[in-house]
């Protein structure tokens, strides 16, 4: 069992910043790989950013050079810093771990509610 709740999505200006968070409880041995995930409007859920127990990570091409995915264990919370942010980022997005394995692909086994995130011209 592990519960995520995200936190931390908002409205802002193209350009603007903020960060997401995660909160992690239940059996957290099982959040080997944690991940954000994006769904707009009429869109496939993609994924954004994912980092493994360890710190290792991978980005999105479209998030690459604009987004951190980080992890603090000892708090069993999950980030996304969002720099640069642009239109086409607005989407509901969502916090999810899986205990197997670690992807960009939304096959995860375990879901937050997700937060909203608007970003305006």
């Known amino acids: 069992q592990v519960q995520l709740v995200e936190s931390g999505g908002g409205s802002v200006q193209a350009g603007g910043s903020l960060r997401l968070s995660c909160t992690v409880s239940g059996y957290t041995y099982n959040t080997y790989c944690m991940g954000w995930f994006r769904q707009a409007p009429g869109k496939e859920r993609e994924g954004v950013a994912v980092?493994?127990?360890?710190?290792?990570?991978a980005y999105a091409d479209s998030a690459k050079d604009r987004f951190t995915i980080s992890r603090d264990n000892a708090k069993n919370t999950l980030y996304l810093q969002m720099n640069g942010l642009k239109p086409e980022d607005t989407a509901m997005y969502s916090c999810?771990?899986?205990?197997?394995?670690?992807?960009?692909?939304?096959?995860?086994?375990?879901w937050g509610q997700g937060t909203q995130v608007t970003v305006s011209s």
């Open positions: 999810a771990a899986e205990p197997v394995r670690c992807g960009l692909l939304p096959s995860y086994k375990y």
């Open positions: 980092i493994d127990h360890i710190g290792r990570t």
